[in-house]
């Protein structure tokens, strides 16, 4: 299982970005996809989820200004990100929940994450 997260970037206080999380690897069912950050000095902390069934949690400092979504077919998720602010300035980290089977019929569970994108956002 890998997972590939992109669409970090520069951005002035008040603009949007839209990240992206693509997962992959054989035979591989995606369940939950979350988007956590951690900012310098800072611990990880969780910013949105979703499930495969499209039900959404979010953090309450982000309410309202972010939107999690996702294309089931891609095994990609999306997290678009509006009226950024600077103390949001963090790596932006994509993680899922995965289910596939071995060759020998096992159910292998786990949880992947994907090497973070940076995103600063200038005041």
Request: charged fraction near 15%.
């Given at each position: 299982v890998q997972l590939q997260?992109?669409?970090g970037g520069l951005v002035q206080a008040g603009g949007s970005l839209r990240l992206s999380c693509a997962a992959s690897g054989r035979r591989l069912t995606i369940n939950?996809?979350?988007w956590y950050r951690q900012a310098p000095g800072k611990q990880r902390e969780?910013?949105?989820?979703?499930?495969?069934g499209g039900t959404t949690n979010y953090a309450d400092t982000v309410k309202g200004r972010f939107t999690v979504s996702r294309d089931?077919?891609?095994?990609?998720?999306?997290?678009?990100?509006?009226?950024?602010?600077?103390?949001?300035t963090?790596?932006?980290?994509?993680?899922?929940?995965?289910?596939?089977?071995?060759e020998l019929g096992e159910p292998v569970v786990g949880r992947e994450w994907g090497q973070g994108t940076q995103v600063t956002v200038s005041s």
């Open positions: 997260a992109s669409g939950t996809m979350g969780f910013v949105a989820e979703i499930t495969s089931n077919a891609k095994n990609t998720a999306y997290l678009q990100m509006n009226s950024l602010k600077p103390e949001e963090a790596v932006y980290y994509c993680n899922a929940d995965y289910l596939f089977y071995s």
